[in-house]
Nanobody, 124 residues
Framework: QVQLVESGGGLVQAGGSLRLSCAAS????????MGWFRQAPGKEREFVAT????????SYADSVKGRFTISRDNAKNTVYLQMNNLKPEDTAVYYC?????????????????WGQGTQVTVSS
């Protein structure tokens, strides 16, 4: 059974940083695209970042470009999201997602596996 478990969320002041981790078990994702999405209260889930199997290809939402960095450690079957210069509008539940495919996409419905989410709250 595939499981994605996020960690690293919490409460931080505006301008601060957090690093989210997503540990996968049940299968290896080293050849597969992984992504991060987020959902704020009252809003739809939105794409944040994605990375291909080797880590050589990444893509970001415009709202986080230059502030967030997605990376992965295939030896640990783990994906990370480094979040810097956080803003109150970054407050959301952050979800890790995995694909069966190696292609990087920013569409949630194209992902096959999802974690339970981790809360990130940024105070002003």
């Amino acid at each position: 059974q595939v499981q994605l478990v996020e960690s690293g969320g919490g409460l931080v002041q505006a301008g601060g940083s957090l690093r989210l981790s997503c540990a996968a078990s049940g299968r290896t994702f080293m050849s597969n695209a992984m992504g991060w999405f987020r959902q704020a209260p009252g809003k739809e889930r939105e794409f944040v970042a994605t990375i291909n199997g080797s880590g050589g290809v990444t893509s970001y939402a415009d709202s986080v470009k230059g502030r967030f960095t997605i990376s992965r450690d295939n030896a640990k079957n783990t994906v990370y999201l480094q979040m810097n210069n956080l803003k109150p509008e970054d407050t959301a539940v952050y979800y890790c997602a995995g694909r069966r495919s190696w292609l990087v996409v920013g569409i949630g419905s194209e992902y096959d596996y999802w974690g339970q989410g981790t809360q990130v709250t940024v105070s002003s």
